[in-house]
């Protein structure tokens, strides 16, 4: 079984869960003996994300899967500041495509809310893809994500094999109400062109199924997953006298950074000897970082920028609670990044996460005073943190990407059997 | 010769309602929530079961018998939401084919934590079963089954027992069955019954699962089952939560029905009879001793504490919990005092379990929680904030002096 894949994100060059996803998800692949063309556009204005541990070299350990670099400047989410990447990806399968144009970080401010001229990035990268696909042997296409969708058509038109879309996100949840119209209807496009659409979620699948008028049995859902360390991780307290609430991720209007804030003052209203740290960025930083200040609680809360590699290790280790106040969270799999670590978690309900865990708090986003009232509680109380950190370690250990490769490896075998069984 | 001893648990929990950390009043107790699940397990299980055993009870004209268990927190609310039941109870207590058992009050674990509490607890218990229904309880059972070594010794103490009902639990019993009486190693006056947990479970976790490879069971075939203790054993003890009929086996799995044929079934033999926990201690003298230097109770694969205690946050409740004793019956506040007991229902600690939690078992269906944590978090809060209105209070002189003096008791 041969896997033509088209994605945008892959670690190091990340900027969110997407580029998580895609690794864990194909390295799993990998490890099955399913060969993958991975078709990736060329990052190097991409983000150098950290908050996933993954050096560069490592792609050169897959066996079955072959990487494709198409120079282009696919960015998912808008960045406050672009930092350029110094490393170039070493390896020897790595095979680059010319540049069809090159937006570099000064037009990332787009009132659209997406870096650059997305759609003519789009386009360079669908030509692209096709050309590739015209000489490479496969299966089945799978395509993650909104931008690779018109790829994965184009490249099923040509080459008659069939299509699966993977929703890692939707434009409602990226947005809310105020959906991008352009963005929505390629996301609807690539839904109705493709054999089978692969959801995150549960949430995601009745996202889908409410917005984007596809029916129920075209959308299989399978769940995330996260890497593990294997071994319980150590606190070690920033000092003495003060607890840390962590808050990791982008900071935009689906992440809930306002909520967050807003439990926080209250917080800070019963109990003093805690610091809140936000780390990541996003569009909506600057706003956030006013937001506290205008707040009274400015001191309170830290703002460390993007962290990456080490540093990401070192915030879960101070931290005696991870928060997760998404408005909108397809899956979510820094809480479980977090739980691996052994650090409790408090996640909104409003996240597919939230279906598959159990040893979590959970809290609906816009709930600030129940958000408040459970931060309070693992800060206050050593016997829920230790529970729930006990507890929340076994249990994301239990969730590992071989079981959503298989999945997904079931979901190629129907859509295949299928393909062949109408070309007869 | 078998005897079949039934003794029922009739118990249901005063919860109590969401309360934040930024709550300040001083109601904790879900009333809504109390009086909807009261009105609907009456409905489901108390009340036609009530209304079968009086049926047969009459209709067997004395050879039908049966034992309750009725928690305090229960009778209360009983008497505030679903007075017609306590009503049957009473019938059933008239026709004296019923004994009622003694526990404490309020179903709690203070037989761990307090002496003082425990005894009061018992007191308090006896009092209004005579009340209720003019009976003095002469066999006492504990919360959930929990018995070690101590428990003996305080009932000795406490004086009018004859008995104690607990588990029959594999590594108690050794080579030897529940079904016969024993004497606990503690003391020289009581006597053990014993669960017969294979049986007693048969009818209350198992009789609707159709997995099972004796589904359905009939009265007839469970019959058999208990006549096959004859030449091995007297007493056959069927205990089990009275739950099981309509509410937790629900009325379409047959459950009445098999209820109503099962007399006649068992009668059918010659050898058999019903016999309630205090005709047993008479009929049949004790075999042998029981030892039990560590806690058991009838929960779980485990039989033991961990479905309350397995987890540092129901440690750490319990602990606090206990911890104010002191402090609550030195204020002399009754509100105080009876609120304090109310937490101490362990239907609390058991809302904290995490052993199961993932798997969705039976330890779900009976949490009205999302999460053991956040029943944790509800129960410290509601704590806080008792502690908090003791702190208002200024000590009262001694009130009396079993209030004040107590001592832990030391358990293994």
Redesign the interface.
């Known amino acids: 079984m041969k896997v033509f894949m088209l994605g945008w994100e892959f670690p190091p060059y990340i900027s969110g869960g997407l580029g998580t996803a895609c690794y864990g998800l194909t390295k799993a692949m990998d490890e099955l003996g399913i060969e993958v063309t991975f078709v990736l556009p060329k990052s190097s204005t991409s983000h150098l994300a950290g908050h996933v541990n993954i050096p560069s070299d490592q792609r050169c350990a897959f066996k079955n899967v072959r990487f494709l670099m198409i120079s282009s400047t696919l960015r998912p989410y808008a960045q406050v500041a672009a930092v350029p990447a110094s490393r170039e990806l070493g390896c020897s399968a790595t095979q680059q495509t010319n540049a069809p144009a090159n937006i570099g970080p000064g037009q990332i401010d787009d009132p659209n809310n997406y870096g650059g001229d997305i759609y003519s990035d789009v386009r360079g990268y669908t030509d692209k893809a096709v050309r590739i696909a015209a000489t490479e042997q496969f299966d089945v296409i799978h395509a993650h994500d909104w931008m690779t969708y018109p790829a994965g058509e184009a490249v099923s038109r040509q080459s008659y094999k069939p299509l699966i879309v993977h929703v890692h996100s939707t434009e409602f949840d990226r947005s809310g109400e105020h959906v991008n119209q352009q963005v929505y209807d390629i996301e609807q496009q690539g839904m109705y062109a493709a054999a089978k659409v692969i959801a995150v979620s549960n949430l995601t699948k009745n996202t889908i199924l409410k917005h984007y008028d596809i029916p129920s049995e075209k959308v299989e859902v399978v769940h995330n997953a996260a890497e593990h360390s294997g071994n319980e991780s150590q606190h070690i307290p920033l000092d003495e006298a003060d607890k840390i609430v962590l808050f990791l991720g982008r900071i935009t209007m689906q992440k809930g950074p306002e909520y967050f804030l807003a439990a926080a003052k ?1 917080v800070l209203e ?1 109990i003093n000897n805690v610091k809140f740290i936000m780390a990541g960025n996003g569009d909506m930083m600057h706003r956030t970082i006013e937001l506290a200040a205008r707040m009274g609680i400015g001191h309170k809360v830290l703002f460390t920028g993007f962290l990456r590699g080490e540093d990401v290790d070192r915030a879960y280790q101070m931290a005696d609670l991870y928060v997760m106040p998404s408005v909108s969270e397809p899956f979510g799999i820094a809480p479980l990044e977090a739980m691996n670590r052994n650090v409790p978690v408090l996640i909104s309900k409003q996240s597919g996460v939230a279906e598959i865990v ?2 979590a ?2 809290v609906d986003f816009w709930d600030i ?2 958000m ?3 931060m ?2 693992v800060l206050k ?4 943190q ?3 950190s006990r ?1 929340g370690f076994n ?1 994301a250990n239990k969730f590992n990407w071989e079981d959503s490769a298989m999945k997904v490896k079931k979901i190629y075998e129907e859509v295949i059997a299928k393909a062949q069984s109408e070309e007869k | 010769m078998a005897s079949v001893c039934f003794y029922f648990q009739v118990h249901q929990p005063q919860r109590l309602r969401h309360y934040t950390v930024f709550d300040r009043g001083t109601n904790y107790f879900d009333d809504h929530k109390n009086a909807e699940v009261c009105i609907k397990v009456a409905n489901k299980c108390y009340l036609p079961a009530n209304r079968l055993m009086l049926e047969l009870i009459e209709k067997y004209k004395g050879r039908f018998k049966i034992s309750y268990s009725l928690t305090g927190v229960l009778l209360e609310q009983l008497e505030l939401y679903a007075p017609e039941v306590l009503t049957t109870f009473k019938q059933l207590a008239a026709t004296g084919c019923v004994e009622f058992l003694a526990e404490t009050y309020y179903h709690s674990l203070s037989l761990l934590y307090s002496r003082d509490e425990f005894i009061e607890q018992i007191k308090a218990h006896k009092q209004i079963i005579r009340r209720l229904f003019g009976q003095t309880p002469r066999v006492f059972r504990n919360t959930e089954l929990i018995y070690n070594n101590s428990l003996p010794v305080i009932i000795d103490q406490i004086g009018g027992f004859d008995a104690i009902i607990t588990e029959g639990a594999d590594h108690i019993l050794g080579y030897r069955n529940a079904n016969f009486v024993y004497r606990p190693t503690s003391s020289a006056g009581l006597k053990l019954l014993l669960k017969n947990y294979r049986l007693s479970d048969d009818i209350a976790f198992r009789f609707s699962n159709r997995d099972w490879s004796e589904w359905p069971l009939r009265a007839d075939k469970f019959a058999g089952w208990i006549n096959q203790i004859n030449g091995n054993g007297y007493v056959c003890n069927l205990f089990m939560d009275y739950e099981t009929f309509g509410e937790h086996q629900w009325q379409d799995t047959g459950i009445f029905d098999f209820l109503r044929r099962l007399p006649e079934e068992i009668l059918r033999y010659p050898d058999n009879d019903f016999k309630t926990p205090s005709e047993v201690i008479k009929a049949y003298s004790a075999v042998g001793t029981i030892d039990v230097p560590h806690t058991i109770s009838w929960a779980d694969i485990e039989r033991d504490l961990s479905a309350w205690r397995g987890n540092p946050m129901q440690e750490n409740a319990l602990t606090e919990l206990y911890r104010l004793e002191d402090k609550v019956k030195q204020t002399g506040d009754l509100d105080i005092i009876a609120d304090w007991r109310k937490l101490q229902t362990s239907d609390h600690f058991y809302y904290m379990c995490t052993k199961y939690f993932a798997d969705g078992d039976v330890h779900k269906y009976f949490n009205h929680y999302d999460s053991p944590y956040d029943a944790y978090i509800n129960f410290m809060n509601v704590l806080d904030n008792l502690n908090y209105r003791c702190s208002k209070i200024p000590a009262q002189p001694e009130v009396e002096s079993s209030h004040t003096a107590h001592q832990q008791m030391a358990v293994v």
Do not use: G, Q, Y
């Open positions: 209250k019963e159990s040893h708090l959970k005073n129940e408040a009232n459970k309070i509680a109380r050593p016997p829920l230790k529970t729930l507890n249990e």
